[in-house]
């Protein structure tokens, strides 16, 4: 009872906001998201308008490169990728201080700093990783290549390895530089393995491994510049696999093909095809779902027995399998939200009660007989949105709001004022029309509400339900403000689905991601809406989506600033 | 940049001798006059205020009900320096010591700008450089390892809400492994630390500085900023490079002597905060240094960052369910007292171990010390103020306690002062004097942005009496 009490208010606190405009645009979309753009642009796009189609296929916004900038690894990026170079296990990233996150990533280059304590653990830590890599005798025969104790190896030690830890074409002033610091410590009495150790340590130390995209050759930033072959192996890397390129890609770096179109398709098709693309589904999809929220949910509550620590992980891992299929086995981006597939073992069929042929494995499974499309039908998704013991309207039409239809509300204002009379409401009706009389919760309540009463048809842990709580009749009824009315929730995804709304968004939480860099202004919005267009159909794949995200101006240039 | 190297050679000739005893005239030694009037300051801050009322023994005060006789609560007191709304936490809590509005000039912008008037410095870096002890540490700057609770859209980098010690324009890095504020205190032998590695971790210094300054002139302005961090950073790690022994403690101090190498890893938020303030009474018992803030968590933590210590009174799976402990701040009801509750109790764990540590001048530990336990908004709920029937905003006092008697400069006898409006300034400038601070004046008194008046370059004179 305590936590149905705390859960409505949460979910009013939440979201209930003091001053978002209170009018729409005719284009259905609220207003407040031009004032947000604003803040960067006065030209932002009105985003799916056909008027913002015609913008953005201005050439000159077409060609402009954007900004990102020198970006920091993240903590996760130098667990794979320090495992990529030493070829031992040693969690480097999990030992420094946790990366702030933007927009639910945390791969933004402009949140991604380093503080004394950041730098003084990787030197640190760095010790105990070079003495496990040098024990170790496959790591140690991958870096120790030569047998003399001479500056010769040391020399060829350094080549072989920072070719793999610079995120650029390497110069012989870098060689020479780290050559220094083998023969200070040897001169300092260390023998040549210490004298290397030291070495490898300053390099994955350096600027040079710790940033991306750190200029080629004496390349300034200062102006707009193409990335060398080698950044744009980095890149594309680090974007499909979270780590440095392998040897393949840096070949054709080295013979400076790569910025061919056709190469880099056919790079980019096979490196999604490896096994090391998965961390496109931890990396961006589950990030973009916010799937991590659901390990904290209780389970085994009273009220709700049946949401037991298995089913809890089955539904994160139905949405792992289900963002695999579509991402990896180069699906639709349409069926993210309108699949009438998705993937169950057993014990989760019959948690939602889907009949299918029994396995104990996840198979994929056809649920078009069923309410369920995409992730909006999924448990995860479903379970996330919702409290302890009751759903949320207003977190489940935020949710779609903020990850489909790049409509999100802005945050709380801090001088939330919530009417007493709100406290002896009792269903979601009623509080969501209060919130609707209200001049100042109606502004943003007015298109998160409705996005949210379509899925009332599932409960707050995902299962079909005929009957609230209360035992009155299902209320899911849907009047978007533009006068869409949706009695289903497949009806909506269907809509969605046909959204150029969703396409752009789809695009610029991959194209966010793609760079680690926020999509602000008209420029770089433009961006998103061009890829949306240009890739995101009923008929396309996936890898046209992320293709068209490498091939773009962005992704190949850098621009100034 | 010729001057790092002559000094590093220098070190790499004193490298051979460092074994050896340092010459008694190396000891630092604390004059007599200054013995007697050595006092300490520590300064504790936790994240998104409190409820109005809710400031007392009765409530989230009550774990300090044993201990009333240590303690001033100081009520009454306003944050004049913060924006309302969603700048609100960046601005009041990189403004909780410096006591100057910040402003947001870019999201990948690390340095505080004021939104009027010169660059300030926070309080304890004010006092630490006037009261600082020949050989020791200027200030002891921790934090909690999570960073987060940025505002892009505003412009304010989230270095505002996670740092509280400012010089002008710059933050002070905070120390956030045990370790290391463990080697800062002790030194290498007395933290256990192979004098081994230094050398090495010099000569790593040396190469990536080297490249990363050769980088640094190719840069665009925005990208010279970043490397900036990374630069600074470098320049940190040099200056804290841990001495080969703990100089011994000034005379008269004494110094329990602790062996084994001391880390205390992050998974228990309990233990960790008080591994973190067992190391400041240590580093004031042993005269390392006589002043120390230390952030307990970041201000508007998101759900990413939820805090550790929620598992320990209970609430992990709540707040893993709701959100961050930010979100319960807007809730503001019991359980957001429960998260208050449990920093109150940091406090009285570092009142019950100083007021058992012999000092100078027979006093306790305590007795010569200053403690502060603060917050920047007086209503966590609405972050900082309310806004009546009528639509005006108040500004709410802020909860504020002072523990210790500073050296007999404050009472700290179980009073309830009511200061009915003072500035945080006031309290900060009265506090400094009384620790031996030769200032007239500090931070200024706007009206917080959005309460209507401006702000105000005016600094601030006032002090408070009978504290």
Redesign the interface.
Known sequence: MRYTIYLIVMGCLLFLYGNCAPVFQTSQLPTYINEQASLSSPLSPVQGSSASAKLCADPAIKMKPIYVGLKRLSRTEINNSINDLFGVDYKLGDKLPLDASVLGFDNNASALTVSFSFLNIVIDESEALLNQAFLNASSRSLILICQTADAACATQVINKFIKKAYHRKITTADTQALLSVYQIRRTAGDTHEAALKVVLRTAISSVEYLYFSVGANGATSSSNRNLSAHELASRLSFFLWGTIPDDELLNLADLGTLQNPEILKAQTLRMLKSSKALYLVNGFASKWLDLDLLNGRTTNLPIFPQFTSQIRTDMIDETKYFLQEVILNDKSPLDLVNANYTFLNDRLASFYGITRAPNTNFTKTDISMTERRGLLGQGSFLTVTSGLSETSVVKRGHMILDKFICASPPPVPDNLQIPESFASLVTAREHSNARLANSSCVGCHRMMDPYGFILEGFGPYGTVRNQMPDGSAVDNLTILPDGRRYTSPKELTQDLAKDENYKYCISKNLMTYALGKMLVSRDETCKAVNVGIQSVSSTSKFSELIFSIVNDVSFKMEGSK | MKKPILRRTFL?GAGVTIFLPFLESMWPQIANAQAASLKRYAFLTFPNGTMPGTWNYNDVLSPLASVQNQVTVLNGVKNYNGD???G?HSTVTAGILTQARAKGVG??T?RLDYAIGAPQMSIDQVIADAVQTKGSLHSLVLKS??????F???NLS??YSGRISWRGNVAV?????VK?VFAAIYGVSGASVDMN?I???K??????S???Q??NN??????KI??G??LE??R??EK?LPAATMPLPPQPLSCPITGAPRDVAFHSYDLWTKAMMDLIILAFQCGRTNVSTFQFFIDGG????APLHMDEIGL????????GEH?FS??G?N?YRLINKWYVGRLKYMIDKMSKISDVNGATLLDNSMVFLGANFGNA?????T?PIGGI?YLEDIPLILAGKGGGTIQSNGKVLNLAGASLASVHLTAARKMGANIQSFGRVGEINGFGQGDSATAVTQTIPNL
């Open positions: 790499k309302v709304g969603n609100a999201f990948t690390e390892p999570f960073e987060g609770g940025d892009p859209a505003l989230s270095k890095e905070p120390m956030t492994r290391d590695k050398g090495p971790k000569s790593i210094l040396d190469g990536i080297a490249s990363a050769s980088l190719k840069l665009g302005a925005e990208d970043r490397l961090a990374y950073s470098i940190e790690v804290r998101i759900k990413a960052t992990n799976d709540i707040i893993k369910a709701g959100g979100e807007h809730k009801d359980t709920r609405e972050h900082g103020h806004r905003l």
